[in-house]
């Protein structure tokens, strides 16, 4: 399972627009910092919210045409996203 690396990736990314001093020297001390101080369920933050996601776009795909799944993915995938950022 690779949630831990898009964790750690999104923390490094959302660091750099923050234009305050880095928090993370490398991608082994951001894993090591958030270990510490939240322990190991931070590094897996999300991830009911993507199988999830991923499942509903997969029946998606099985169920209905590719039109009709390419639309409803971009829909899904906004709204999964203006969703996170609202929590």
């Known amino acids: ?9 999104t923390r ?3 660091e750099d627009g923050l234009g305050s001093l880095p928090r993370y020297g490398s991608t082994l001390h951001a894993f090591r910092v958030i270990l510490q101080s939240e322990g190991w369920r931070a590094l897996y933050a999300g991830t009911v ?3 999830t996601m991923f499942s509903y776009l997969n029946n998606m795909q099985i169920t209905h045409s590719t039109d009709v799944h390419a639309c409803g993915e971009v829909v899904l995938l906004t709204a999964f996203i203006q969703a996170l950022h609202h929590r």
């Open 1 to 9: 399972m690779l949630q831990p690396l898009d964790v750690v990736k």
């Open 12 to 14: 490094l990314q959302i």
């Open 49 to 51: 919210q993507w199988y």
